[in-house]
T-cell receptor, first 109, second 117 residues
Framework: QQPVQSPQAVILREGEDAVINCSSSKALYSVHWYRQKHGEAPVFLMILLKGGEQKGHDKISASFNEKKQQSSLYLTASQLSYSGTYFCGTGEYGNKLVFGAGTILRVKS | DTGVSQNPRHKITKRGQNVTFRCDPISEHNRLYWYRQTLGQGPEFLTYFQNEAQLEKSRLLSDRFSAERPKGSFSTLEIQRTEQGDSAMYLC???????????????FGSGTQLSVL
């Protein structure tokens, strides 16, 4: 079942912060975050596992609330390069990720 | 390392024709995935390989779709008797994992955009 992302779109000015949320009606084992720029491949940002283990880029932070079956991606001091569509994916293992519909982020100067 | 490579980048075909796409994963990666993405949606899992073995295929995938990964290197995805509903971006991704792991980072290619007229 596809996770639900919110907001659907957000516009920021450089330096502002944003939070992107991902929620599921099913119990989550892992949440994966990717960013895709128009016409390009999705790029890995972060993985969070039930139990607290995580893997990702130093400049990206995220949380995983197992009880609420939710994850949030925190983008602080946004830069123009942060613009793109952010997808969360859920699944038991690395394969068969079920992705949300995405959150479009636009950072303006 | 040039990343995951997909060819062609764009394919326009007429309804009823067969099409084949190719994916060259990162050389040391043993896992290869195919996803499909339509406008405004996230990637949708189609199938995946561990080396040359196709381990799983989406239940939603029509029998018109077939994928191969001979010798565990490149992979091909063929769609027979294409329909307009097949129009989408077809993404390939690869990773390295000895065991099923939720810490598995996927490296995506830029995709093949299929348009069925």
């Amino acid at each position: 079942q596809q996770p639900v992302q919110s907001p659907q779109a957000v516009i920021l000015r450089e330096g502002e912060d944003a939070v992107i949320n991902c929620s599921s009606s099913k119990a989550l084992y892992s949440v994966h975050w990717y960013r895709q720029k128009h016409g390009e491949a999705p790029v890995f940002l972060m993985i969070l596992l039930k139990g607290g283990e995580q893997k990702g880029h130093d400049k990206i932070s995220a949380s995983f609330n197992e009880k609420k079956q939710q994850s949030s991606l925190y983008l602080t001091a946004s830069q123009l390069s942060y613009s793109g569509t952010y997808f969360c994916g859920t699944g038991e293992y690395g394969n068969k990720l079920v992705f949300g519909a995405g959150t479009i982020l636009r950072v303006k100067s | 390392d040039t990343g995951v490579s997909q060819n062609p980048r764009h394919k326009i075909t007429k309804r009823g024709q067969n099409v084949t796409f190719r994916c060259d994963p990162i050389s040391e990666h043993n896992r290869l995935y195919w996803y499909r993405q339509t406008l405004g949606q996230g990637p949708e899992f189609l199938t995946y390989f561990q080396n040359e073995a196709q381990l799983e295929k989406s239940r939603l995938l029509s029998d018109r779709f077939s994928a191969e990964r001979p010798k565990g290197s490149f992979s091909t995805l063929e769609i027979q008797r294409t329909e307009q509903g097949d129009s989408a971006m077809y993404l390939c991704a690869s990773s390295f994992s000895d065991i099923p792991s939720s810490l598995e980072e996927l490296f995506f290619g830029s995709g093949t955009q299929l348009s069925v007229l």
